[in-house]
Nanobody
Framework: QVQLVESGGGLVQTGGSLRLSCAASGSIFSIDAMGWYRQAPGKQRELVAIIRRGGTTNYADSVKGRFTISRDVARNTGYLQMNSLKPEDTAVYSC???????????????WGQGTQVTVSS
């Protein structure tokens, strides 16, 4: 059984920074991709950033230059460094990962429980 546990959310003022962490645990051979999504009240969930096994990354236009996604392969942990936060970044941020088990079959998709990020003006 694989679990994703996020941490690092909270309340911050405009212009501040937060770092989110997503720790994967369980029977993990490899993490093929890990992404961060966010959903604000009344809005659809959107992809914020993603990092793939080879290290390539993609970002939503709204966060480019402000957010950085990274990972620690040995710790099966991903991070989202969020700088220059704006009130419109307020949302529940959730970690998502495609994880391959030791049976080396197809990867399975997992979600974390989400963490609240609130940016005050």
């Amino acid at each position: 059984q694989v679990q994703l546990v996020e941490s690092g959310g909270g309340l911050v003022q405009t212009g501040g920074s937060l770092r989110l962490s997503c720790a994967a645990s369980g029977s993990i051979f490899s993490i093929d991709a890990m992404g961060w999504y966010r959903q604000a009240p009344g809005k659809q969930r959107e992809l914020v950033a993603i990092i793939r096994r080879g290290g390539t990354t993609n970002y939503a236009d709204s966060v480019k230059g402000r957010f950085t996604i990274s990972r620690d392969v040995a710790r099966n942990t991903g991070y989202l460094q969020m700088n220059s936060l704006k009130p419109e970044d307020t949302a529940v941020y959730s970690c998502n990962a495609d994880i391959r088990g030791y049976d080396l079959g197809s990867s399975a998709n997992y979600w974390g429980q989400g963490t609240q990020v609130t940016v005050s003006s």
